[in-house]
């Protein structure tokens, strides 16, 4: 992690989970979006200025390794961080770590940057 790293605490709640009572794979996206939007938020290119540019992330690859389940009322943190960025693609990696230490998740996007007016 040569860039720098930013956490985002989290609690897994009864709404995270699914029949098996843990987080369903599509979940654990909406939880790692909701880690991103609060870093790029946080780093001052949150919604409104991504409204005022006309340019804002969009998601062309994703790539996830399901290492260990999450169940209610764990707590985790998700750690997200920069790894590259050439040109408007740049490539995000996250993981979604237990309170020991244990990686549940990790993930890697490929992002883009999408011109809102421009529709591409």
């Known amino acids: 992690m040569s860039h720098p790293v930013h956490e985002y605490?989290?609690?897994?709640?009864e709404q995270h989970l699914d029949t098996f009572g843990h987080v369903n794979n599509a979940t654990y996206l909406q939880?790692?979006?909701?880690?991103?939007?609060?870093w790029i938020t946080e780093g001052g290119y949150g919604l409104s200025e991504i409204k005022e540019r006309g340019?804002?992330?969009?998601i062309l690859e994703i790539s996830l390794k399901f290492r260990r389940e999450l169940t209610n009322r764990q707590s985790i943190v998700i750690r997200s961080w920069l790894d590259s960025y050439v040109g408007k693609i740049a490539i995000i990696h996250q993981e979604i770590v237990q309170s020991?230490?244990?990686?549940?998740?990790?993930a890697?996007?490929?992002?883009?940057l999408f011109d809102v007016r421009l529709r591409k």
């Not at 020991?100 to 990790?106: F, M, S």
């Open 9 to 13: 605490p989290l609690t897994v709640l």
């Open 55 to 58: 340019l804002g992330p969009t």
């Open 100 to 106: 020991d230490g244990e990686v549940n998740c990790e």
């Open 31 to 38: 939880l790692l979006e909701e880690a991103r939007w609060q």
């Open 108 to 112: 890697e996007f490929v992002m883009g």
